[in-house]
């Protein structure tokens, strides 16, 4: 029993680290007076490739997120005016195929805070 364990173990845990939130990186970005927006970025699979996760240090709107990595950049607007609630994960439905472990993927997030104060914060996760 435990041999067999052990030959499912390392199958589990790389399953776990693909679908988990694989937040291992964070960007920043001054708001208006001495606040700071951060992002941890994390990535989860979805039906025809991987969604990117995040979740936002204090709550904001995002009006565009700008995402990208060695020569592909997408653009997500968005409109819907949401308070996305701080320390929790969100995820567009946008899917993404061809995400290879090791990639560097670049992340700009423009909108407002819970006060109104606008904020522009980057950041970046390394696919696990």
């Known amino acids: 029993m435990k041999k067999t364990l052990l030959l499912f173990l390392p199958l589990v845990m790389f399953a776990l680290a693909i679908i988990s939130c694989g937040d291992n990186t964070t960007g920043s970005s ?3 007076g001495n ?3 951060t992002f941890t970025m994390g ?3 979805s039906t025809n490739g991987v969604q ?3 979740k936002p240090s204090v709550s904001v709107r995002v009006s565009k997120l700008v995402l ?3 020569g592909f950049s997408d653009t997500i607007t ?3 005016n ?3 609630t701080a320390n929790q994960v969100w995820v567009y439905p946008n899917e993404y195929t061809g995400v290879t472990t090791g990639q560097q993927w670049q992340f700009s997030f423009t909108g407002t ?3 109104n104060q606008s904020y522009t914060a980057t950041a970046s996760l390394t696919i696990p």
């Open 52 to 54: 990117f996760t995040w």
């Open 78 to 80: 968005d409109n819907s």
């Open 30 to 32: 001054l708001l208006g």
């Open 82 to 84: 949401q308070l996305y």
């Open 68 to 70: 990208g990595t060695n």
């Open 113 to 115: 805070d819970s006060l």
């Open 43 to 45: 990535v989860q699979q």
């Open 35 to 37: 606040n700071t927006v």
